[in-house]
């Protein structure tokens, strides 16, 4: 049995093959910048789900302080524990109050980047 090759379909597995790699580089070109672009939208996505949380957690907190609750407090800046149920939605990060004469300052602060930033509200008080 004598199994003959031609020359003119090893050309046609040649261009096959080419055309094969070109697409594949092509679809790679495409497919890793559209990758990258749906990682960082839900990075920022959930950034910014973080940020309204905290900013409603600090915003409630900041009503009752200025409705009076800040009076338990003394001068100067302290941890301020928060019980909202919402926190288990918060990354790691911290819950400051400073007060100074006629002043209320609450300010959040995530312990890592990238996870909505500081929330800060002050408010005057009598």
Known sequence: ???????????????????????????????LPLAYSLVSERRLARSSYQRAVAMEIVDGEMEALVAGEWRAFPPGTQDYRVRAAAMTNL????????LEPGHVRLQWQPAVKQHGGAVVREARVK
């Open 1 to 31: 049995m004598v199994i003959r090759t031609r020359l003119k379909s090893r050309r046609q597995c040649g261009a096959l093959m080419t055309e094969l790699m070109v697409a594949l580089a092509i679809l790679a070109g495409v497919l």
């Open 91 to 98: 990354p790691p990060g911290k819950f400051l109050l400073t």
